[in-house]
């Protein structure tokens, strides 16, 4: 077993890290001598390619639906800057719309990171900078000023560092069972305003089940559901409406439908027992492709419709892992199954995972990881916020933040003795979040360039589906 430090000793390791990177060094951008053009089609390498088109299309609405899609610009860029050294495996994608609330196996409603495509070991700070640059290119593209923007991004930040320092003082077991439910978000609002909207995404979140979506997606047939297609947001991979290409399609073959229970069975051999015994009471009814996100478009991404004794429903969603951006620039050895990375990184940053959480390989050997699509999942709907709210949100994305990379890491001691008080890395992320939206804007000019002399090609989804009418 591992020999336990002193506090004291820790303590110092984490202002040591102060040597090796100055708390000031976090307001400089890193390495922007780079081709974004070029990363982005490296990155949509082995899409399904008749969705790359979408996936421009959906990064070219703003700089901020720019930013979301394009991870992989700013891993390059923070891998040509100093690092603290105290790396564990952090989200790679913590952006603030990667934040949002859903319900544990236990049915409560908890606040957390809900992304982990990119998640790998990395330096804490990376996520923080994607947080407050986040905040700061929305806020500009939302025509807030600039001295309201600096209090969202110092906000994120200070609470990062006010709730670090409190988990420095929590034992091992007290913080492995830190959870930021609906009800302490609603106990510790700034505003009657923020209580309220809180409550308003509770009572959403109440209503967006399984059950919910099924009339929504599916139609029964003979006693049998069935998916509806509805390219290019969903199709199915073998029939009319499916973008996938001929070396890429699924005919409803008894081949293929051999190759699909021979990854489920793998699946279940990822969870549990008595969560497989639960699988085990619903039947299959349908798998259609899905079109998820915006950075995720492109990637394989299946929903299946299981359906129990009683009628009711079950959607899994089956989504492609790949290799994360920050393991492309911040290489170290790691889990060679992507699906796997994706599991383990959830399990280890979240306060509570979804019960159906588990991995597999797929046809062409793609490596899945796979969850519920809907199980009270909600997102905030940023750009309808007012200044108070986004202030709030900010905060409680960066308590999220704190108690996701405590948790992952055991490391608050260090990291809260490397931050201090906060102020000069509140100062420096501030900084950096209006440079790197300077950064963002050029990156988003030159990419909508390509996409008008036709050396990208972006398609909406409104002009896509347009191609299925009759």
């Known amino acids: 077993m591992a020999e336990i430090q002193s506090l004291e000793t820790r303590q110092a390791q984490g202002r040591a890290a102060r040597e090796q990177a100055k708390r000031s060094t976090h307001a400089q951008v890193g390495n922007v001598e780079r081709d974004p053009i070029e990363l982005l089609k490296q990155n949509s390498a082995g899409r399904v390619e008749a969705l790359v088109p979408l996936r ?50 236990e049915r409560q409603l908890v606040f957390d990171l809900n992304d982990f495509d990119e998640v790998a070991p990395g330096p804490w700070e990376w996520d923080l900078k994607r947080l407050t640059a986040s905040l700061a290119i929305a806020g500009q593209h939302m025509g807030i000023g600039r001295g309201t923007i600096s209090d969202f991004v110092a906000t994120a930040a200070h609470e990062y560092c006010e709730r670090m320092r409190e988990y420095s003082e929590y034992s091992t077991l007290d913080l492995w069972h830190e959870i930021v439910t609906f009800e302490r978000m609603i106990e510790t609002a700034d505003s009657d305003e923020g209580r ?39 199709f199915h991979p073998g029939g009319p409406s499916s973008l996938l290409g001929k070396h890429e399609a699924w005919s409803n073959t008894q081949a293929w439908e051999n190759k699909l229970a021979a990854a489920f069975d793998s699946y279940l051999g990822t969870l549990a027992p008595e969560r497989r015994a639960l699988v085990g009471q619903f039947a299959l009814q349908d798998v259609a492709f899905k079109v998820v ?28 892992a790949r290799e994360s951006v920050i393991a492309q620039h911040f290489p170290v050895d790691g889990l060679a199954h992507q699906g796997q990375r994706v599991v383990t990184g959830q399990r280890l940053l979240q306060a ?37 709210l986004l202030k709030g949100y900010a905060r409680l994305c960066g308590w999220a933040l704190a108690r996701a990379h405590a948790k992952a890491s055991g490391k608050a001691v260090e990291i809260a003795a490397y931050a201090g008080n906060g102020e000069r890395l509140a100062e420096a992320l501030t900084d950096y979040a209006f440079a790197y939206a300077e950064q963002n804007e050029k990156d988003y000019e030159a990419f909508i360039k390509a996409c008008r002399t036709g050396k990208l090609e972006a398609r909406s989804d409104e002009d896509m589906a347009a191609d299925f009418r009759i």
């Open 56 to 105: 421009y299309g959906r990064m070219s609405v703003s700089p901020f639906t720019f930013f979301r899609g394009s991870a992989i610009l700013q891993a390059h860029d923070l891998a040509g800057t100093a690092n603290t050294g105290i790396t564990f495996p952090i989200c790679g994608d913590a952006h603030l719309m990667n934040f949002g609330g859903f319900a544990t196996p």
């Open 196 to 234: 309220r909207a809180i409550l308003k995404a509770k009572e959403k979140a109440a209503g967006r089940t399984s059950e919910s979506m099924l009339t929504k997606m599916a139609a029964e047939r003979d006693g049998h559901w069935i998916l509806q297609d509805a390219p290019p947001a969903l």
């Open 293 to 320: 996100g915006v950075g995720s478009v492109g990637t394989f991404c299946l929903v299946m419709l299981l359906i129990d004794s009683h009628g009711k429903p079950l959607f899994l969603q089956v989504k492609e």
């Open 352 to 388: 509570a995972s979804d019960a159906f959480l588990g991995w597999t390989t797929g046809p062409a050997k793609r490596n899945f990881y796979v969850r519920q699509l809907r199980d009270m999942k909600i997102s905030a709907e940023v750009e309808r916020m007012d200044n108070t």
